[in-house]
């Protein structure tokens, strides 16, 4: 049996995320992409791809387009909440010098 000297604070929840411990990032990151993935697979795949962002081409330059002139369907596209929802998740497991 393998000897773990390291002591958790907190346990394994569906309803809270768990807490960043920089000496187990790896582990860390495990049990934060299942928890993102609990609540929605997209929540996951914006913090690897970056959120959807609508851009308009002018002049041969693509531009964002500005959240409000967003169109229905760019805004369903988008998934813009995903991005504030992680935004959200993960700064609330951070402490002030890890944030």
Do not use: C
Not at 31 to 39: A, G, N, P
Not at 41 to 68: A, C, H, I, Q, R
């Amino acid at each position: 049996m393998a000897n773990n000297s390291q002591n958790f604070t907190e346990g394994a929840s569906i309803n809270k995320s768990p807490l960043f411990v920089e000496e187990t990032y790896p582990f860390w990151k495990i049990r934060m992409k299942t928890f993102l993935e609990s609540i929605d697979k997209g929540l996951w795949d914006v913090v690897v791809n970056g959120p959807f962002v609508p851009t308009k081409t002018v002049n041969d330059k693509k531009n964002y387009e500005e959240y409000s002139l967003w169109t229905l369907d760019e805004n369903k596209s988008a998934h813009y909440d995903y991005d504030v929802r992680d935004k959200n998740i993960i700064s609330s497991v951070l402490t002030l010098d890890e944030f």
